[in-house]
């Protein structure tokens, strides 16, 4: 796709430069004189009838058409002939024949354009410049090595270093490629084993300053009485950087006393504010520290600091922010895709990619899951996911609410209660906790219980069962 547009650009770029030489600097065009000295220019627009002296130059001007005649740029027409000659050679030849032949600080750049594709091996620039880095025949210099580290942690105009695009791309290659040059006893070595010195350490203290952007985010209604999610957007990064990454939040509301949130990592919740029609306005500071909240001192100056603003009005109740949902198909998927992996591992919901389906596009899952021996409960575990047009929106667990006494138990309590077939499976939909995904406009509010055995045989069911022959979802609607 890029190929095409790119020829397509070349093809357009070659068309103008070539009108622009020919056509561009015509008399009146732009502002230019309708009558001017063929020499140097000069405006002879009232020098009266030809023949015409050049009071600038002194170039006498026989025929009215001497005085309007168009200059052509030669070497620009010259260079839009080249790009229109030469375009087939760029269309038809295969892309990796310009990728083999750059330099590797170039492949670098041109990561954040064409990204990292593992099945073109020839014709990715990322999977050229790997393929570079672990040529054990013809390694690269350490000198090159340096620049494709310093490429990317410098970022380009199209992908900012720390952007969302270079993210995607330079900062998912570099984090991937990362362990080559660990040694073995810390710090840095080049990928031939030879020990770091000045100049890759560099390169890589610039690469672990580059840091992940903050995109904050929160529902823009919340009922009355329920705990508000802020999100920061702030995502890990992949590629190393320095420090433990700890973020604090200020939020700052007219009227009321500031509000800090210490040592959270994307998202954190803040009791309820506000009553029934209030429409809530603050100033959030987000900061982020290279030192866990435990180990900071007083003085720790923060990698860096942006404010923002954010705000949500508060409705009556759950009910006038969620809609609500439950089917015979949602509660089928829970008992085969959940239950059997939740009931050997307290908190693995498994999150298989059958909830990418488009039946349950859209439907925001907070569930709590709670594991019997008959009647005694092993533990409980807490999950969140949500599928938007066949993407992941979020997936998140938690063993709140378990004790861990119960956690450490819990496999081998599972496994006995297994043996005797009195393993049995309670989820429940929460409607309210589905309120901090974000995206959430509906919420499954069902329940299920069900023995380990009969989920078992369910999974295996569904898994036998073509997708095409899974029923549609009855919704009960709010």
């Given at each position: 796709m890029?190929?095409?547009?790119?020829?397509g650009?070349?093809f357009v770029l070659s068309?103008?430069?070539?009108?622009?030489?020919?056509f561009?600097?015509?008399?009146?065009?732009?502002?230019?004189?309708?009558?001017?000295?063929?020499?140097?220019?000069?405006?002879?627009?009232?020098?009266?009838?030809?023949?015409?002296?050049?009071?600038?130059?002194?170039?006498?001007?026989?025929?009215?058409?001497?005085?309007?005649?168009?200059?052509?740029?030669?070497?620009?027409?010259?260079?839009?002939?080249?790009?229109?000659?030469?375009?087939?050679?760029?269309?038809?030849?295969p892309?990796g024949?310009?990728?083999?032949?750059?330099?590797?600080?170039?492949?670098?750049?041109?990561?954040?354009?064409?990204?990292?594709?593992?099945?073109k091996?020839?014709?990715?620039?990322?999977?050229?410049?790997?393929a570079?880095?672990?040529?054990?025949?013809?390694?690269?210099?350490?000198?090159e090595?340096?620049?494709?580290?310093?490429?990317?942690?410098?970022?380009?105009?199209?992908?900012?270093?720390?952007?969302?695009?270079?993210?995607e791309?330079?900062?998912?290659?570099?984090?991937?490629?990362?362990?080559?040059?660990?040694?073995?006893?810390?710090?840095?070595?080049?990928?031939?084993?030879?020990?770091?010195?000045?100049?890759?350490?560099?390169?890589?203290?610039?690469?672990?300053q580059?840091?992940?952007?903050?995109?904050?985010?929160?529902?823009?209604v919340?009922p009355?009485g329920?705990?508000?999610?802020?999100?920061?957007?702030?995502k890990?990064p992949?590629?190393?950087?320095?420090g433990?990454?700890?973020?604090?939040?200020i939020l700052?509301?007219?009227?009321?006393?500031?509000?800090?949130?210490?040592?959270?990592?994307?998202?954190?919740?803040?009791?309820?504010?506000?009553?029934?029609?209030?429409r809530?306005?603050a100033?959030?500071?987000?900061?982020?520290?290279?030192?866990?909240?435990?180990?900071?001192t007083?003085?720790?100056?923060?990698?860096?600091?942006?404010?923002?603003?954010?705000g949500?009005?508060v409705a009556s109740?759950?009910?006038?922010?969620?809609?609500t949902?439950?089917?015979?198909?949602?509660?089928?998927?829970?008992?085969a895709?959940?239950?059997?992996?939740?009931?050997?591992?307290?908190?693995?919901?498994?999150?298989?990619?059958d909830?990418?389906?488009?039946?349950?596009?859209?439907?925001a899952?907070?569930i709590?899951?709670?594991?019997?021996?008959?009647?005694?409960s092993?533990?409980?575990?807490?999950?969140?996911?949500?599928?938007?047009?066949?993407?992941?929106?979020?997936?998140t667990?938690?063993?709140?609410?378990?004790?861990?006494?119960?956690?450490?138990?819990f496999?081998?309590?599972?496994?006995?209660?297994?043996?005797?077939?009195?393993?049995?499976?309670?989820?429940?939909?929460m409607p309210?906790?589905?309120?901090?995904?974000?995206?959430?406009?509906?919420?499954?509010?069902?329940?299920?219980?069900?023995l380990?055995?009969?989920?078992?045989?369910s999974?295996?069911?569904?898994?036998?069962?073509?997708?095409q022959?899974?029923?549609?979802?009855?919704s009960?609607?709010?």
């Open positions: 890029i190929w095409m547009i790119s020829s650009v070349l068309l103008v430069l070539i009108g622009a030489g020919l561009w600097d015509r008399p009146g065009f732009r502002g230019r004189p309708e009558r001017r000295c063929r020499r140097c220019s000069y405006d002879l627009s009232d020098a009266g009838e030809v023949p015409v002296k050049c009071t600038e130059c002194g170039r006498e001007h026989a025929t009215e058409k001497s005085l309007r005649r168009v200059r052509r740029h030669k070497r620009v027409v010259a260079l839009g002939l080249v790009l229109l000659v030469g375009l087939p050679a760029f269309v038809l030849a892309m024949v310009y990728y083999q032949r750059m330099p590797s600080w170039l492949l670098a750049e041109l990561i954040t354009v064409h990204g990292t594709d593992y099945t091996p020839d014709s990715s620039p990322g999977m050229v410049l790997y570079r880095l672990m040529n054990a025949q013809e390694p690269p210099s350490h000198g090595i340096v620049s494709i580290i310093e490429t990317i942690a410098q970022g380009n105009i199209y992908a900012p270093a720390g952007s969302e695009r270079w993210i791309t330079s900062g998912a290659w570099i984090g991937g490629q990362a362990f080559r040059f660990k040694a073995p006893g810390g710090g840095w070595q080049y990928p031939d084993g030879t020990p770091g010195d000045e100049a890759l350490n560099d390169a890589f203290e610039k690469l672990s580059v840091l992940p952007p903050w995109n904050p985010s929160t529902r823009g919340w009355a329920a705990e508000v999610t802020i999100y920061s957007g702030f890990r992949v590629w190393p950087v320095e433990d990454l700890n973020e604090r939040a700052r509301i007219e009227g009321r006393e500031d509000i800090v949130v210490d040592g959270f990592i994307s998202y954190f919740s803040i009791e309820p504010i506000g009553e029934q029609g209030d809530i306005e100033e959030l500071e987000l900061s982020l520290f290279r030192e866990h909240v435990w180990n900071r007083p003085e720790a100056v923060p990698a860096k600091t942006e404010r923002f603003s954010i949500w009005t109740g759950v009910d006038k922010v969620l809609e949902t439950d089917s015979a198909q949602i509660r089928d998927a829970m008992i895709l959940v239950v059997p992996s939740i009931a050997r591992v307290l908190d693995d919901p498994g999150f298989l990619d909830w990418l389906s488009p039946e349950f596009d859209r439907i899952f907070a709590e899951a709670e594991i019997f021996d008959g009647d005694e092993l533990g409980k575990s807490q999950h969140w996911w949500m599928t938007k047009d066949g993407e992941w929106v979020t997936r667990t938690s063993a709140q609410g378990t004790t861990m006494d119960q956690y450490n138990a496999g081998a309590r599972s496994i006995e209660a297994r043996d005797k077939g009195t393993l049995r499976v309670v989820i429940r939909g309210e906790q589905a309120l901090r995904i974000t995206e959430a406009e509906t919420a499954w509010d069902g329940e299920v219980d069900v380990y055995s009969d989920a078992v045989k999974q295996e069911q569904w898994e036998a069962e073509p997708a022959e899974k029923a549609p979802p009855e009960t609607g709010p």
